[in-house]
């Protein structure tokens, strides 16, 4: 079985800079890559981000020079560190996992409001 636990969503400025984490527990399998997708209201959810097990990472063009994605091997942890927060990154925020023998499993979202 596996579980997320997702957290650092909530309402933040322009500007602002949280980071956003997803926990996975995966019962013994081994976890390959893992990332982040959004979900804003009325579109379809869109790649953000996602890191290798080695480290490597890939962006959405939207997101290149603001987010930096990293994860913890030893904790099955992903964070996403989000700077120079805009409006328009207003969305669910979904992490997911590739575990090995089993394919991707997602958390259940967070949700990241950038208003005044």
């Known amino acids: 079985q596996v579980q997320f636990v997702e957290s650092g969503g909530g309402l933040v400025q322009p500007g602002g800079s949280p980071r956003l984490s997803c926990a996975v527990s995966?019962?013994?399998?081994?976890?390959?890559?893992m990332g982040w997708y959004c979900q804003a209201p009325g579109k379809q959810r869109e790649f953000i981000a996602s890191i290798t097990r080695s480290g490597t990472t890939g962006y959405a063009d939207s997101v290149k020079g603001r987010f930096t994605i990293s994860r913890d091997n030893d904790k099955n942890t992903v964070y996403l560190q989000m700077n120079s927060l805009k409006p328009e990154d207003t969305a669910v925020y979904y992490c997911y996992a590739d575990i090995i023998t089993r394919g991707r499993s997602w958390g259940q979202g967070t949700q990241v409001t950038v208003s005044t």
């Open positions: 995966r019962s013994g399998f081994g976890i390959a890559n």
